[in-house]
């Protein structure tokens, strides 16, 4: 099993976090959010690239 997460290095730390969304049905009893799962591992994407700055 797969989480999907993010991650960042900022100077000399690096920082993750889980990526989560609303709950199914089978969970909705226990908590409104969870981890979204990835079919299979992704690895490092067609998309990613050291030189890719993302903005908000």
């Known amino acids: 099993m797969a989480l999907a ?3 960042q290095r900022w100077q000399d730390v ?7 969304t609303g709950t199914g049905p089978g969970m909705a009893g226990l908590h409104h ?5 990835l079919e299979q591992p ?10 890719m700055v993302l903005r908000s």
């Open 5 to 7: 997460g993010i991650w």
């Open 14 to 20: 690096d920082t993750v976090a889980i990526v989560s």
């Open 33 to 37: 959010r969870e981890p979204v799962i």
């Open 42 to 51: 992704m690895g490092r994407c067609g998309w990613e690239s050291q030189d």
